[in-house]
């Protein structure tokens, strides 16, 4: 608190309060908390707040959350030229930091035409409500599922979009089978999913 000289002078007056608490004090104080977020929300809202999109309306999805941040940025800003800064932490006192330039490049994988196939927006107001009950029972047979062999999964996928890659059943050996959720009908004709092995 002590050393200000990377801030403008409006900031320096506004600490200037909590100047002489030590490290442990300034740790505990609110007050000092407090303004300091309001002093940082100018930048939090350019720097941060676009990354925010998907992890705000999903929650945590651990090691995509970080990922998920970057889609949000290059669906709200299409930041061509821009600088990108990656952190992630996990536990164990764990991190990892490094970031990379963002340019347009060329269709197909341009970013304009990346942030057009995210369709982020289209993709949320697609969700589907379900109840309490039903998504802890979700993760029960999730956690049930941890680790284990030879069974198959449910052939509901109602509420998978076309598209979609699923799990079937994994085997005896740990095998893991996938289909791809087809739109159902080509031509007038059921379209059939075709399955896919992975022997990891």
Request: proline share 4%; aromatic share 10%.
């Amino acid at each position: 608190m002590r050393n200000c000289s990377s801030v403008d002078n409006d900031a320096k007056e506004k600490l200037q309060p909590f100047a002489n608490l030590t490290s442990e004090e300034s740790y505990q104080s609110r007050d000092l908390e407090k303004g300091s977020q309001q002093l940082a929300k100018h930048l939090y809202d350019i720097k941060v707040q676009p990354s925010t999109l998907l992890p705000k309306q999903i929650g945590n999805m651990y090691t995509a959350s970080l990922y998920a941040a970057l889609a949000s940025v290059i669906y709200n800003k299409h930041a061509s030229g821009q600088r990108i800064v990656m952190f992630s932490y996990g536990s164990g006192l764990t991190s990892t930091m490094f970031s990379f330039k963002l340019n347009e490049g060329q269709h197909p994988f341009s970013l304009t035409n990346i942030a057009s196939v995210l369709d982020v927006t289209a993709k949320l107001e697609s969700r589907h409500v379900t109840s309490p009950e039903k998504f802890i029972d979700t993760l029960k047979l999730m956690e049930h599922r941890y680790g284990a062999k030879d069974f198959e999964t449910s052939k509901d996928i109602s509420l998978l979009p076309p598209g979609t890659f699923y799990l079937t059943k994994v085997d005896s050996m740990y095998r893991r089978f996938y289909e791809k959720k087809t739109d159902g009908i080509v031509d007038g004709k059921i379209k059939c999913s075709n399955g896919i092995a992975n022997g990891h």
